[in-house]
């Protein structure tokens, strides 16, 4: 649990390296393959589109927005409902990263429909 994104650590501890690390890390070698075989299948498309730079500045903008969503998200759930469970929340993967480039991809694709 030392890199993985939780809300509670990273806003009343300082803990903002886990915006990073925990999209980096996975719960198991399945997990960790499921989603390098997603990343290279909407990935490669995109980057042939969009260029590398642009795909590594997109892919890093995704790990910190899709961070930063989690972590408002539940601080807003305790502020206004008291509902702290989601501040204790243990959260690793790439899968919201993967979900915004395939947003983006579709976005990109003339016809606007991605097959699964």
């Known amino acids: 649990q030392q890199f993985t994104m939780s809300p509670r650590l990273v806003i009343y501890l300082n803990e903002y390296y886990r915006f990073i690390t925990s999209s980096l890390f996975h719960g198991s070698m399945m997990h960790i393959g499921m989603n390098m075989m997603s990343?290279?299948?909407?990935?490669?498309s995109l980057e042939k589109?969009?260029?590398?730079?642009?795909?590594?500045?997109t892919i890093l903008w995704?790990?910190?927005?899709?961070?930063?969503?989690?972590?408002?998200?539940?601080?807003?759930?305790?502020?206004?409902?008291?509902?702290?469970?989601?501040?204790?929340?243990?959260?690793v993967g790439f899968s919201g990263v993967i979900f915004q480039l395939s947003v983006l991809e579709t976005n990109l694709n003339p016809n606007r429909m991605r097959s699964v």
């Open 39 to 44: 990343t290279m299948a909407i990935g490669s």
């Open 62 to 91: 995704g790990i910190l927005l899709t961070s930063t969503i989690y972590t408002g998200v539940s601080w807003l759930l305790y502020l206004m409902f008291d509902y702290e469970r989601m501040m204790y929340q243990h959260s």
């Open 49 to 57: 589109q969009v260029g590398s730079f642009t795909m590594g500045f």
